[in-house]
Each structure stands twice: as structure tokens, then as C-alpha cells.
């Protein structure tokens, strides 16, 4: 039997680099015998002898010790069991090697100590002062290559994202996929980084100077080309750089499905099968499905712990800021009311942890109750996606669309300015586009939506910016989609062969007008909303809503501080002079923002305010005065009462 030396109740699952060797555990409680084979010290074991026989305790985990083991060392696996027998690939390997290729591929043991941080200084944002950027790794930064883009390709486009003014990154799932390209929710290997988002050794070198680059001109120690070698030592990088940059890091995990594993007989759904010709034989899953792959069966407490050690793996060895769960209400609904309780104490688990952590759940048919605190008979969780306001705002681009003579819902927006139901405003998360509605045969962008027959039109310009421009005045945290932010109009793909459908990064570096203005606007909303903290705030009054007129107004504010804000939006095709619009008090009013500016930037026949009001005027809309306003057409305006500098 294979040594027990350094073996205890409390060794760590997986392979775990100590003592001047490795110890290897894994769950098994169904297997007749589990062997471990690989190469260690340059030593291959690749039989099934009993010196390389793993011990098993009561509780059905077997485990051992290999001294000389070290970082980069490959192993698998061997499993005999009464459903078949064969060589697995470990649940909780950090790597997987590329030759040979996934899913025939081994595990790599891979020290978690041996990166250097550099981002002790970081604090994860509050709730209320998120603004979400979500992106695909394998598609972001790619430019017709037909190439796969990687962790290290993103840092390239950190100086982009810190003037855009996000400071929270949501990467889709980045966890080993079954099948490349993938979108990312169909893992099947939780603990490692996907293989097509990692650069070989042999093309480091470039990547290295760009990455130190970026450490340089934060006063931090460059990296060694060891240290940036590994797959989750460049995944770490990506992190640690986005953090030394101000951007935290939310994952997006899937524990509601893993992947098809469609002749993956080394894969998880594989592990310890207690029969053949068998429905429901899976250790891990049970027989009900969701998008192509099977739900976990969290009946089972080990099933539920190792999610749980998964999303505690990541916090720990990835330094990440929290969690966007998808599509929770899978979850809860596949498992016979056991996905509720594991939603409790996955997120109980993870506060305590980490109390800072964001935990974001996705629940079809927004429900409450996911954000109300589990001893209160709640999910627990932190934030939810909301799609309240991105219906609302996305059918009243779609009907203005239409012409000037169809209805649009301003009062449908009005309703969703604030959660309903919720207790803040910073429990939903926001957005106009996202990656399932916006993805290859789904729906269209934002400005596909405003004007089908032309998206750079000054109808698809005007209108766009009034998506976003709502996006980051109203009350939420608010997620952008890659490529929103410069007016990209095409439906995305995760297939970098499909060039048709990158995102335009070209049309940046040409200087293409019209992104450079809808980029500016866009950078300039988000100062804003950091500009004005009652932008930030919970408070929100819909007071004026006119479907006709297309106007909506509203007001933004922080109680007892004075820094109040009124919001004016119009989806009519043309300019409103002197409409009349309630104020909350009377005085001076700054005119901080008009989106009709940036429409050609500078726009020299702006319609506009010329900077300022004078608010004196009889009572209106429920406040005590009022003033006759310039309202731009298809555009969103801003006023303040006390901003500050």
C-alpha cells in the first residue's frame, strides 16, 4: 500500500504539495480499490500494484503520500469499481496538461504557494459602488485571428478598462470546459483553469514584458518566467494585475449542471459508478438535466461539499471578490428541495469566510427571496440579476423604433427604476445586454434594437445612449456587456473562428467616429455616477412620466446631505424646448451631463442648457417649483444642485 505518512482526517482533498513529497485524497466510497499512477521525480508508476494502492477510511475517502513528488509532477487516477474501471482524472486537480490532450489528459500538481502576490492593498468595492463589466476570455481581445485569447491577453486591455471607469470584472465561466470554443457552462473540471485560456511556455516571452510592464508602473516586483508558467499561476496574474489597477474579480461558477462529458469516461460524472446499464449510476449527478448537461446531486453532503470547497478554492487560491451563480432557481428546482438548503450553506460558509465577498445569484423570475438572509428562511445570497429594468428599457428602445407616431412604455421604466420588493436598490444588478441575450441567434444589441436598418444612424446613436445613459443613473449595480460601451452591434460568439461576429476593436484603433464618441459618452456617464453619490444611493422618485411626450424624470438623492439629482430622459425624435419639469427646491441647478453632446462629438449645435438653470418657477410634478427645460431628442440630461468638484 501506498505510505501514509503525512495522511490525517484533515489532509486536503485533491494533491497537496508537503513535507518534501504530495499527498493525494480523493472520494470514492462505492470503488473496490483506487490506485495512484503518474510520474513523480521522473519516476513513472503507471500500474495497479499495491505499492501504488491508495488506503480507504470508514467514509469512503482514499488517500497517500508520495515522497519526491513535486510542482509539475503528472498523475491520474485508477479506479476499480462495480460499474467499470479505469483511470479518472482527479476531481480537484488545479491543472490539466495538453499532451496528452483533454479529455485523455493528466493532472499536474501545481504548488498553490508559488505565486507572488502583489495586491495585499486591495479591498474588494462595496455593493453600492459596483459597476459590473462582464466579458468571455476566449473572444474579448481577438482580432480575426482565429486564435483563442488567454488570461494574459486580458491584462493587455487593463489600461482600457481603468479609463473606461469599471471596477469589478465578471469573466464567464473559466473552470475546464467539455467542449472548445465553449461559452463556459458546460465544466467539467471545477478546479482548473480552461485550457485554451493559457499560454505556452514557449510563446511567454512578449506576454512576460507586457505583465511586468504593467507591475512596473505600479511600484510592484516583476514576475520570473517560472512563476508565470503554470495555468493558474497566469489566471493569478490576471487577477493580482486587476487589483493593483482598482478592479476586483468576480467568477462566474455554474453549480447547477456540469457538462455533458460525452465520451469522457475519465471524467467526474464517471467517478465510482455503482452499476452499469444504470439511469442514475453517477457518484455526483443525478438523472435531471439543464443546457445540455446533469444537475449535482445535492441530496448527497459530500456532493454539496465539494462545491462548497470549490467556491472556498477560489476565494483562497485565486484571491477573487465573489461570485456570479448561474441560474440558481435550476438548481433549487432539480434537486428535490435540497437546492435551497446547499444555497444556505454554501453562502453562509463563504460570508463567514469572507465577508466582503459579493454573491450574485441568477434566478429566473427574480424572486426576493434569494437575497434575504438564510436565517431568515432566505437563499442568502448578496445580489441577484435583475431583468426588470432591461425588458423595460430594451422594449422601449425597440417601440420608439418604430417612429414617431408608436407608443413607448416610459412608465414601464419608471416601474423598474427600484427593484420591486427589494429592501436596496443594490440588491439587483442591472443591464441592457448581457451574454445570453445578446449571443448568436438570440436578440439583438442595443443598437440593432434602435434602428434595424442602420446601426450608426443618428436614430441607433441617440437611442443607444439613452440605454446606457438609464443604465448608469438608475438605482442597482450596474453590469455592461463587452463591446456596449462602443457601440458594438453585432451578436457575439465564443468562437474566435468566427470573425464575423468579434468585437470591432478595429474601428477604435482607426478612429471610427462613431465608437470614439459612444466610448467617451460612455466613460463620461460612469465619472458621472462616481461623480454623485446620490447616483449610488437607493433613493429614487419616478415624478414625471409622460408616454406620449416619451419624457421620463426622476429624482436622485442622499438624505440630510443636500446633493440632490434630477434625471430627464426622451425617447422622442425631437428636441423639447421649454417643458416644464418639477425641482425639488429652487435655486441654481448645474447642468452635469447631456448625452446630445456627443453626438459628434463635440456636437456644436448641442441642444442643451448651457450649463446651468435657474429653478424658480410654480409648483409642478409633486415639488414645490419648477423650470422650463431644454430636453434634447432621444437624449438624457442631468441636473445637480450641489455637486461637487
Given at each position: 500500500m501506498i505510505s501514509q505518512e503525512n495522511i490525517s482526517d484533515t489532509t486536503p482533498m485533491g494533491a497537496t504539495l508537503a513535507a518534501d513529497g504530495a499527498t493525494f485524497r480523493v472520494w470514492a466510497p462505492h470503488a473496490e480499490s483506487v490506485y495512484l499512477n503518474g510520474v513523480f521525480s521522473g519516476q513513472p508508476q503507471w500500474n495497479q500494484t499495491d505499492t501504488n494502492l491508495m488506503a480507504r477510511d470508514a467514509n469512503g475517502f482514499w488517500s497517500g503520500f508520495v515522497a519526491g513528488a513535486t510542482d509539475g509532477d503528472v498523475y491520474k487516477f485508477y479506479v476499480t469499481g462495480l460499474g467499470s474501471s479505469g483511470y479518472k482524472r482527479d476531481p480537484y486537480a488545479r491543472e490539466l496538461s495538453t499532451a496528452p490532450p483533454y479529455p485523455d489528459c493528466n493532472c499536474l500538481i501545481r504548488d498553490s504557494a508559488s505565486y507572488p502576490w502583489h495586491d495585499a492593498a486591495f479591498q474588494t468595492p462595496d455593493y453600492s459602488n459596483m459597476i459590473v463589466y462582464q466579458l468571455h476570455i476566449g473572444v474579448y481581445t481577438a482580432v480575426y485571428t482565429g486564435q483563442p485569447c488567454t488570461f494574459l491577453d486580458v491584462l493587455a486591455k487593463i489600461p482600457y478598462l481603468v479609463a473606461l471607469g469599471i471596477n469589478v470584472l465578471q469573466p464567464l465561466p473559466i473552470d475546464e470546459c467539455e467542449t472548445d470554443p465553449s461559452m463556459g457552462y458546460n465544466g467539467t473540471d471545477y478546479f482548473s483553469p480552461d485550457s485554451p485560456f493559457i499560454v505556452p511556455v514557449n510563446n511567454l516571452a512578449s506576454y512576460l514584458t507586457s505583465v511586468n510592464a504593467l507591475l512596473a508602473a505600479k511600484g510592484a516586483a516583476p514576475l520570473t518566467t517560472a512563476q508565470l508558467s503554470s495555468a493558474p499561476n497566469q489566471l493569478k496574474a490576471m487577477v493580482d494585475i486587476c487589483h493593483l489597477y482598482g478592479i476586483a474579480v468576480v467568477f462566474d461558477v455554474v453549480y447547477n449542471h456540469a457538462g455533458g462529458f460525452d465520451g469522457d469516461d475519465s471524467s467526474i460524472y464517471f467517478w465510482d459508478r455503482e452499476q452499469t446499464g444504470d439511469n442514475n449510476n453517477s457518484l455526483y449527478f443525478t438523472d435531471q438535466g439543464l443546457a445540455g448537461g446533469l444537475?449535482?446531486?445535492?441530496?448527497?453532503?459530500?456532493?454539496?461539499?465539494?462545491?462548497?470547497?470549490?467556491?472556498?478554492?477560489?476565494?483562497?487560491?485565486?484571491?477573487?471578490?465573489?461570485?456570479?451563480?448561474?441560474?440558481?432557481?435550476?438548481?433549487?428546482?432539480?434537486?428535490?428541495?435540497?437546492?435551497?438548503?446547499?444555497?444556505?450553506?454554501?453562502?453562509?460558509?463563504?460570508?463567514?469566510?469572507?465577508?466582503?465577498?459579493?454573491?450574485?445569484?441568477?434566478y429566473w423570475s427574480v424572486n426576493p427571496d434569494v437575497v434575504r438572509p438564510s436565517n431568515q428562511g432566505g437563499a442568502g445570497f448578496d445580489v441577484t440579476q435583475h431583468d426588470g429594468l432591461r425588458i423595460a428599457v430594451r422594449s422601449a428602445i425597440k417601440q420608439a423604433s418604430y417612429g414617431a407616431s408608436a407608443g413607448v412604455s416610459m412608465t414601464a421604466i419608471a416601474q423598474q427604476l427600484f427593484p420591486p420588493n427589494f429592501g436596496h436598490a443594490w440588491q439587483a444588478v442591472t443591464c441592457v445586454e448581457n451574454h445570453d441575450i445578446v449571443k448568436v441567434g438570440t436578440d439583438s444589441r442595443i443598437p440593432v434594437l434602435a434602428d434595424a436598418s442602420n446601426q450608426r444612424s443618428w436614430y441607433a446613436r441617440s437611442r443607444s445612449r439613452v440605454a446606457t445613459g438609464l443604465l448608469l443613473t438608475a438605482p442597482g449595480i450596474p453590469q455592461l456587456f463587452m463591446g456596449q460601451e462602443f457601440l458594438e452591434d453585432k451578436q457575439w460568439s465564443e468562437n474566435p473562428q468566427n470573425s464575423i461576429n468579434l468585437l470591432y476593436w478595429q474601428g477604435l484603433d482607426i478612429g471610427d467616429k462613431t465608437m470614439t464618441d459612444h466610448l467617451r459618452f460612455t466613460q463620461d456617464a460612469i465619472r458621472l455616477r462616481w461623480r454623485l453619490p446620490a447616483l449610488r444611493n437607493d433613493s429614487v422618485n419616478p415624478f414625471h412620466c409622460h408616454d406620449q411626450n416619451r419624457v421620463l424624470a426622476f429624482h436622485r438623492w442622499i438624505e440630510g446631505y443636500g446633493d440632490d439629482v434630477v434625471v430627464v430622459v426622451s425617447l422622442n425624435d425631437a428636441t423639447y424646448y421649454g417643458y416644464g419639469i418639477g425641482f425639488p427646491r429652487p435655486g441654481v441647478w448645474l447642468e452635469v451631463f447631456n448625452s446630445d453632446v456627443y453626438d459628434n462629438w463635440v456636437n456644436r449645435i448641442v441642444a442643451g442648457n448651457g450649463g446651468a438653470i435657474v429653478v424658480n418657477g410654480s409648483g409642478m410634478h409633486g415639488f414645490q417649483t419648477s423650470c422650463n427645460i431644454v430636453i434634447p431628442a432621444n437624449g438624457v440630461v442631468v441636473f445637480a444642485y450641489n455637486p461637487p468638484n
Open positions: 444537475s449535482f446531486a445535492l441530496w448527497n453532503s459530500d456532493v454539496r461539499q465539494f462545491l462548497i470547497n470549490n467556491a472556498v478554492f477560489l476565494l483562497d487560491e485565486f484571491h477573487i471578490d465573489g461570485f456570479r451563480y448561474d441560474e440558481i432557481s435550476a438548481l433549487c428546482n432539480l434537486n428535490s428541495g435540497t437546492g435551497w438548503s446547499f444555497c444556505q450553506d454554501l453562502t453562509s460558509t463563504l460570508r463567514f469566510l469572507r465577508p466582503r465577498c459579493i454573491q450574485n445569484a441568477e
